[in-house]
């Protein structure tokens, strides 16, 4: 990877086509961790990944389970492939000669990822879970009168992705769709250091030479292991993440300041175990999303897509 220039335009075209596939095949599953992380104790509707999805499959139609894919199938392009071509760009930038990469230097490159992959992340899960945790809240609402003001149960409309932009445009400006920032960031650039070197050196070990490239299954594998790994390990931040993003609550349920409040409310009131809430789902997101992406982006679907393309004689 380092020997040779990268081309940029194939490496977000890769991630932009594996970004697609990937949320298309694991996104209810996406849906049932936000709303398990956002249970509180005395309004807990669902108690388990399954019951969630049988739940809303019963309450809002088998589409229920999409609520919010549009949002994510239209920003999860730009955002994959800022994720995997800064990546690259930056092993490419710290290598030295053409030599292998030093463990620090990966993370290095790792973080550098993670950090540039946030102008695009951190809107796209505000909208998301707004409408992912929409139904979640109306099931609350009608199951659960004791959750909400003493007037009685209120009737939810669920909003639309253009309704909840222009809302938090008006109210808060460009900050209102940041909501969330550091915590994203402390998210993803931790997951950005443990994913990327620990799947370059999965990957490397399933080369059958020391130049070729590792068979696509073995991409695949690395993917799995390193996606999952990862989105274990940054999981009680990602409950942060979702609880401060999340701006419709039942009555009884907390609301937070900021990273520091938010940590002090879910310790004194859940308890350490609540930090682990839709680990197993975030794994089982994760770990095909980025072992399909791996897939995609050594099969090189962009440079294939850009050699029909025609050239520039200059």
């Known amino acids: 990877m380092a020997d040779k220039?990268?081309?940029?335009?194939?490496?977000?075209?890769?991630?932009?086509?594996?970004?697609?596939?990937?949320?298309?095949?694991?996104?209810?599953?996406d849906l049932a961790k936000t709303r398990l992380q956002n249970q509180q104790n005395g309004s807990?509707?669902?108690?388990?990944?399954?019951?969630?999805?049988i739940k809303t499959i019963?309450?809002?139609?088998?589409?229920?389970?999409?609520?919010g894919a549009a949002v994510n199938l239209t920003l999860v392009t730009?955002?994959?492939?800022?994720?995997?071509?800064?990546?690259?760009?930056?092993?490419?930038?710290?290598?030295k000669d053409g030599q292998k990469?030093?463990?620090?230097?990966?993370?290095?490159?790792?973080c550098g990822a993670g950090t540039c992959q946030v102008i695009v992340t951190t809107p796209m899960e505000m909208l998301k879970i707004q409408l992912q945790d929409a139904g979640r809240i109306a099931a609350q609402r009608k199951l659960m009168p004791q959750a909400v003001s003493p007037g009685g149960p209120v009737e939810v409309k669920s909003p639309t992705a253009m309704q909840i932009t222009r809302d938090l445009l008006r109210q808060k400006?460009?900050?209102?769709?940041?909501?969330?920032?550091?915590?994203?960031?402390?998210?993803?650039?931790?997951?950005?250091?443990?994913?990327f070197p620990l799947f370059a050196n999965l990957n490397n070990l399933g080369k059958k030479g020391a130049e070729g490239p590792a068979p696509f299954y073995v991409s695949f594998i690395s993917g799995c292991v390193a996606g999952s790994t990862a989105a274990v390990a940054v999981n009680p931040?990602?409950?942060?993440?979702?609880?401060?993003?999340?701006?419709?609550?039942?009555?009884?349920?907390?609301?937070?300041?900021?990273?520091?409040?938010?940590?002090?409310k879910i310790l004194h009131n859940e308890g350490p175990a609540a930090f682990l809430k839709g680990a197993y789902c975030r794994a089982l997101v994760i770990a095909p999303l980025f072992g399909i992406a791996q897939v995609v982006y050594f099969l090189g679907m962009g440079e294939f897509i850009l050699s029909f393309l025609p050239k520039r004689s200059d």
């Not at 990469?101 to 790792?110: D, K, S």
């Not at 931040?237 to 990273?259: A, F, N, P």
């Open 101 to 110: 990469l030093t463990l620090f230097r990966e993370m290095l490159a790792g």
């Open 44 to 53: 807990r509707l669902y108690t388990s990944m399954s019951d969630c999805l």
């Open 58 to 67: 019963r309450s809002e139609g088998y589409f229920g389970m999409y609520r």
């Open 78 to 95: 730009p955002e994959k492939a800022i994720k995997l071509a800064a990546n690259d760009f930056f092993r490419f930038h710290l290598s």
């Open 237 to 264: 931040v990602d409950v942060i993440k979702t609880r401060l993003q999340s701006l419709t609550r039942g009555s009884q349920e907390d609301t937070y300041s900021g990273v520091t409040d938010c940590i002090r």
């Open 173 to 195: 400006g460009i900050a209102g769709l940041y909501k969330g920032l550091g915590a994203t960031l402390l998210r993803d650039v931790p997951f950005s250091i443990i994913y």
């Open 5 to 29: 220039q990268i081309s940029l335009p194939a490496k977000l075209i890769n991630g932009g086509i594996a970004g697609l596939i990937g949320v298309t095949c694991v996104f209810p599953i």
